[in-house]
């Protein structure tokens, strides 16, 4: 009943019973990082397949924004929220908002602790750092020199991230993180912040960048460094570095697929709406890909 | 028909002076007929509770912007303020203490700032801007990059509690207007300005210690934005030390927009108000009405735009 | 002996430039000590060593016997001492009232920190009245001609306690009408026992009310003693150095054909002006404070809307929209307030000078260096700037010395028409010959045409060919050179005397 | 002995002058003894290619604060200008097209920025900051928010090639540097630029089109800023519609750093460039010594405010 724009007009289309007058919300927590640019896609693709309604706020990754913006969806009255947190914790009083609004909350990415959600889909970030760094060591064949990309600091993903990726490295003894430095997700911050290193450490083995922009950003570095058999590993697996991947210049991604991340929580919304009850957590598909199993994977997507 | 036309320039001027005024009813109406749940109670509440954190910095940033400088460090005192602020209630449990550490870390960096500004006559733009990379800096450090929770009902009170209908933080942003009002209007500080913005060197030759009141003008904006600091924290029970990255632009737009010279010398708080309430009303009326966010900055950008052109028509002349 | 204040071997460096060499200056208590000497002498120098603006580099002031120290303006003022600017100190925002009673509001309330405007306007509205001035206290600054300004300073300065008033060029920017009340408020503080510090360039207004003379040359004491000691001639002598023949050249103009004709011009500040000027002729707009002479040529170069009426060059119908709409028809104007709308106040001489012109010195768009220079120099010894560095920024000239950079830059236009308003306020006698005689000679040898606005009665007179008086925004007599009289002038400027049987050119 | 004085002044007003240069002088001395890699040819022609877009774009914000405005488009132009740049080479191929596309689309936003300020009279911060919103949008929809990426090596040479031992964006960077350091010094329109900053009034009243020197000065940032847009994207072989985020403030900051004044009418190139090499070494050096990323941004803000200190002692008399 609200809204002029194309959204509304979805609606008819869908066949499905019972899901004509649905309106999903969705918080996302930002827009600047290709990722979520193909979660929001995938969502909002899924949603006209499915004939339902969905309104996009975007909090720009700040907190307060975040809760603005699920207010503001409050107000317009949504059937189900799907909050993707900025925060793991600093996230809680947005969503309590819509609980006590009488809105189902869905929550995607990160779990949020005490939150009286419907359900979390996600993974385990940490966990995510951890498989990445591990193969990493694997293909250092234990020892080496790296460099380790983090995302912008004080926030969640590039803490937890960091963190598995170092968990994994305490392993291996033998490799070296010769510099860790903030990237701030951004691929032209991963290039020239690898160049600097670069300066100083001519002879790296391997480079971790907590996201693919950085990833990819660190590549441009390498290669006019002419340094192509560094192993570099990234996470996210976007398009772009699942193509880098597949030219061999990406060595691996932690991927997360983002289109199954928008579709999935799409899909399961609806379910909220429709009284189906819903496990508490759905463990969000994930997979490092690699060259070996990178044309499986771009088959499966 | 002398006495005519007088009535009529002072009508004139009338909507010359609230020619924001103007477009902002605008927005309201068309948001109200766009969307039945713009124009509610609920709403409204919400949406002042929404801009009351960037309404309070944009207050301070007006006294800066009117005495002819500018704060760039008031987006990072939020995040160092209320991570201390955080800090203490975590350390102590003690709610007043907590508040009122928030608030002195936003004043002593705001005096910081007016210190060396005015005793050193360092540009404001650059001074601001190492505080406001600096005590960043410092908010990570503290924090470990991690955000801090905040789960005592006292303190969230602040952000999330309401005096009868009227959000906490929607009643703390109001205070804070009348009470800058006053200063600016009736207070010889608020005199003086409007004098240093409009001519330091003739306010100092007339005998006024310039130094101390452009201190105290960077200090109630340190202070300000400590306030903001502990309501967001207050809000989002919880203190991230990235935080409030970002608003010194949100504000410095409101106050430009609500009619303030950033040459100095000329506007007012109310106008600030304004100013924050247009941006904070299109934001959230576009998500109320689901403008898709790729179309949300194109239509803020040319609404801003349109905002401007439509208040210099109104005042041709000046 | 009574004297209230002692300056004794005063001297004061700018970087490598010592512009006052142990000067000395003694005041008596209520006396008026008039401070002479040619533009860039030193005399706003000393001043403002006196009120705090700079610190000398050694010297002492003794103010009652007792060697008192000035570090800042605040210390200046509570030693009793204030000070009218040479250079206007307002704030253009705010109102009179406020501008008044800047630094010394009357406060009220908790902790004495209200600001009670009300009282502010009542006494500034008293002072008005005293005086019997014609100001609106309301208003804010920005709006006020600049005359009107120079009341506003006079007031500041007078509504203070002080026992010392320091005077910097008061009457630079007044008429007539408005130096005459000024004299009669420097008598009633002169009988309060205060003892003022007078400079001024209009040699007449030093005899009329200075007890004592102090005449200063580059920035050392030349004379001094009782006004009975000196008459012009001997004042000019000592100014300049050398006796000085007649202020105003022997005019032998050949006033040609019609050049410039303003038909019926109105807008919001004149009503329905006519005028025609022809080559070779000097007009002279006569009026006092906010009679609105200046607008006339405010709307002539296109800063103020034309609302009716034309304006014929050469017989031709021209349309003026800009300022550069008129100097591209040959049209220059040197404006009233050289500070906010003659210089660049950062930039040095020579690109001050040569802004307006700036094509004539450039070939495809790159300057060249070399005739900028060159023209630089011409017009500093045209003029007789007083300065070190033609690329010294205009800020640190004397006032007199800006003056001139304002007019050279127009003559480097070589205009057609020339506009000036108020063209030697704060000019010494020796630089106001030299202008008088450029634009003399302007009008005889390269028949051009001047119209000069003043509110100086004996400019006007001694220089124009004709002259047009204005009242509230209309001309209301015209008026050949040699039938008119300072008399004459005054009871039409001031309305006592109307138009009828007069007769309006058309 | 008068001989000797003049000397003495002469050379103290260089080093006054050059004051900020010291700082950049000592910042390498200190990266050289803390590292021996900092001071070796191949690190200084990185550090000057990566300082080379934000160099470029605050060469433009120079002339912008010289004039007495400002220029918040400038980060959103290079998202801008980069994606039509890049979208242009997919779908044309052709290098010269995309780089003209670039450049044309940047002097546009530029040309309508000061159209809009100087026709209708409108603050420079609040149309820039529309333009900032604005085309950030526009560059989102655009792109479909995603990266473009370019492999067009003709296009890449521009940020990846050389000239010799150079790099091709820090030859760029030095052409621009001395082109606008002629327009700025020798040219009618620089002299309007300083005259404009420092008088605009009286600059048109000396008969002056005003306007049009602004929009040429807005252009010309706009222009410079899509020629930061078409280097960046060739370095990353890719354009992105979240480039150039916060570069406006980043150039600002060096310009004011490099001794313009906010105020208008002072400052030069030579100074920016400067400023842009102090923050850039900064950054490089602490990197390159591996500071851990917590501290960089207190080490950064110290820096800043102790080089503007010690930049005020040296001038203690202006
Ligand atoms: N701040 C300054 N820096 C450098 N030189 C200065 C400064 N102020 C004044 N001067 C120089 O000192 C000299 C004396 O100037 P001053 O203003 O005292 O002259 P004046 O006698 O008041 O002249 P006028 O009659 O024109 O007002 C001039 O040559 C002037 O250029
Ligand atoms: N911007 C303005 N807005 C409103 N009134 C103005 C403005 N500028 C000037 N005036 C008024 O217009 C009147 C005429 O001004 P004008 O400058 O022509 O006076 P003037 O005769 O030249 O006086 P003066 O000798 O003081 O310069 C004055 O009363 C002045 O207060
Ligand atoms: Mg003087
Ligand atoms: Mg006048």
């Given at each position: 009943a609200c809204g002029s724009n194309g959204a509304e007009g979805q609606n008819n289309e869908g066949g499905d019973e019972g899901s004509e007058d649905i309106t999903i919300g969705y918080a996302i927590n930002t827009l600047n990082n290709p990722f979520f640019v193909e979660v929001k896609e995938s969502a909002e693709a899924a949603a006209e397949e499915l004939g339902v309604n969905i309104s996009v706020v975007n909090a720009n990754g700040d907190l307060s924004e975040q809760i603005s913006g699920v207010e503001d969806l409050v107000q317009q009255q949504v059937d189900v929220l799907i909050v993707d947190p900025v925060d793991s914790e600093g996230s809680l009083t947005a969503i309590n908002g819509a609980v006590e609004a009488g809105i189902p909350v869905i929550t995607t990415g990160r779990s949020i602790e005490g939150a009286d959600v419907v359900t979390h889909m996600g993974y385990d970030e940490v966990k995510n750092g951890e498989i990445a760094g591990e193969f990493l060591a694997e293909q250092l064949e234990g020892q080496g020199k790296v460099i380790e990309l983090q995302g912008t600091l004080g926030t969640d993903v590039a803490n937890n991230r960091s963190e598995g990726f170092n968990n994994a490295l305490s392993n291996y003894p033998d490799i070296e993180i010769v510099s860790s430095q903030s990237a701030d997700f951004d691929r032209t911050e991963g290039m020239n912040v690898t160049e600097n290193i670069l300066q100083s450490h001519s002879e790296i083995d391997g480079l971790y960048a907590a996201n693919d922009e950085m990833g990819l950003g660190a590549l441009q570095a390498l290669n006019s460094n002419n340094l192509s058999d560094v192993a570099v590993v990234s996470n996210d697996g976007t398009g772009e570095a699942l193509n880098s991947v597949i030219d061999e210049e990406l060595t691996g991604t932690m991927a997360v697929s983002p289109k199954a991340y928008g579709e999935e929580a799409v899909v399961v919304a609806i379910d909220v709406v429709n009284g189906e009850e819903q496990p508490e957590y759905i463990e969000l598909p994930s997979e490092f890909v690699s060259l070996e199993n990178v044309e499986e994977f771009l088959a499966e997507q | 028909m002398d006495e005519m036309t007088k009535k009529k320039l002072l009508s004139l001027s009338a909507i010359q002076k609230y020619g924001m005024m103007l477009i902002l009813v605008l927005i309201i109406i068309i948001f109200s007929v766009l969307s039945p749940n713009f124009f509610t109670y609920s709403n409204f509440m919400s949406m002042l509770r929404q801009i009351s954190v960037i309404g309070i910095i944009a207050a301070g940033q007006t006294l800066v912007i009117i005495k002819g400088g500018i704060d760039l460090s008031v987006g990072s005192i939020v995040a160092f303020a209320g991570v201390v602020s955080a800090l203490t209630l975590a350390s102590t449990g003690n709610t007043t203490l907590a508040i009122i550490a928030g608030l002195l870390v936003g004043a002593l960096v705001g005096c910081l700032n007016g210190v060396l500004i005015s005793k050193l006559k360092l540009s404001p733009l650059i001074v601001t801007l190492a505080s406001m990379t600096l005590y960043g800096g410092v908010a990570l450090v503290l924090s470990d990059g991690n955000p801090i929770i905040v789960s005592e009902s006292g303190f969230n009170f602040l952000g999330q509690g309401y005096v009868g209908p009227i959000p906490f933080p929607v009643f703390l942003l109001i205070a804070v207007y009348l009470v800058l009002f006053f200063i600016l209007r009736k207070t010889i500080h608020g005199q003086y300005i409007y004098s240093i913005g409009g001519n330091e060197k003739a306010t100092k030759l007339s005998g006024v210690k310039v130094d101390i009141h452009k201190i105290i003008v960077y200090t109630t904006s340190g202070l300000l934005a400590g306030l903001a600091a502990v309501i967001l924290t207050a809000r989002l029970s919880s203190a991230s030390p990235v935080a409030g990255t970002g608003y010194e632009l949100d504000a410095i737009a409101a106050v430009i927009l609500g009619?303030?010279?950033?040459?100095?010398?000329r506007g007012s708080v109310f106008g600030t108000l304004i100013g924050v309430a247009i941006l904070g009303f299109l934001t959230s009326g576009m998500n109320l009405i689901n403008v898709s966010p790729f179309y949300q900055d194109i239509a803020k950008g040319l609404i801003i735009l349109f905002a401007v052109i439509i208040d210099r028509f109104i005042n041709r002349d000046k | 002996m009574d004297d209230l204040l002692k300056m004794r071997s005063i001297t004061k460096s700018f970087g490598p430039v010592e512009v006052l060499k142990d000067v000395d200056l003694t005041l008596m208590r209520g006396s008026v000590h008039a401070l002479l000497g040619s533009n860039g002498a030193g005399k706003s120098t000393l001043m403002k060593i006196l009120s705090g603006n700079h610190m000398s580099d050694s010297g002492e002031v003794y103010l009652k016997g007792k060697k008192i120290s000035i570090v800042d303006p605040k210390s200046s003022k509570e030693n009793g001492i204030s000070i009218i600017h040479q250079e206007f100190n307002l704030i253009p925002d705010l109102t009179v009232y406020e501008n008044v009673f800047l630094g010394k509001e009357i406060r009220k309330g908790f902790l004495n920190f209200i600001n009670s405007k009300k009282e502010s306007l009542k006494h500034t509205q008293k002072l008005i009245d005293k005086y019997g001035l014609d100001i609106d206290a309301e208003k804010p600054i920005r709006e006020l001609s600049v005359g009107e300004q120079q009341v506003v300073e006079i007031l500041k300065a007078i509504s203070e306690d002080s026992s010392i008033l320091i005077m910097d060029e008061p009457t630079a920017a007044l008429s007539i009408k408005e130096s005459e009340r000024l004299f009669e408020v420097v008598e009633s503080i002169k009988a309060q026992g205060i003892g003022i510090i007078y400079i001024s360039h209009r040699l007449d207004e030093i005899q009329r009310i200075c007890d004592y003379v102090t005449v200063m040359r580059d920035g050392k004491n030349i004379k001094e003693g009782g006004i009975s000691e000196f008459s012009n001639e001997k004042i000019i002598e000592y100014m300049v150095g050398t006796k000085m023949e007649n202020m105003f050249p022997e005019k032998n103009n050949i006033i040609g054909e019609d050049l410039l004709a303003l038909n019926h011009l109105s807008n919001e500040f004149i009503n329905n002006i006519n005028i025609s000027v022809k080559k070779g002729e000097i007009l002279g707009l006569f009026g006092l404070i906010g009679s609105g002479h200046t607008k006339v040529l405010d709307a002539l170069f296109g800063i103020n809307k034309i609302m009716e009426g034309v304006i014929l060059i050469n017989g031709k119908e021209e349309k003026i929209s800009s300022p550069s709409d008129a100097k591209k028809l040959g049209i220059a104007y040197v404006t009233e307030n050289r500070k906010e709308e003659g210089l660049?106040?950062?930039?040095?001489v020579t690109d001050n000078i040569i802004i307006p012109s700036m094509k004539l010195y450039a070939s495809y768009g790159v300057k060249n260096q070399k005739k900028i220079m060159n023209a630089g120099k011409y017009y500093k010894e045209k003029l007789s700037i007083k300065l070190n560095?033609?690329?010294?920024?205009?800020?640190?000239?004397?006032g007199g010395n800006q003056q001139k950079v304002v007019l050279s830059k127009w003559l480097a236009t070589q205009p057609e028409v020339i506009l000036l308003s108020e063209p030697t306020r704060g000019i010494d006698v020796g630089a106001r010959s030299e202008i008088y005689r450029i634009l003399t000679n302007l009008t005889t040898e390269e028949e051009k045409a001047v119209l000069m606005a003043s509110s100086d009665s004996e400019e006007v007179l001694g220089l124009s060919d004709r002259i047009l008086i204005f009242f509230e925004g209309k001309i209301v007599a015209e008026i050949k050179a040699e039938e008119a009289t300072p008399e004459i002038l005054m009871e039409y400027a001031s309305g006592a005397r109307n138009a009828e049987g007069v007769k309006i050119d058309g």
């Open positions: - | 009619g303030t010279s950033l040459f100095g010398g | 660049i106040l950062d930039l040095g560095h033609l690329s010294d920024p205009v800020v640190n000239l004397s």
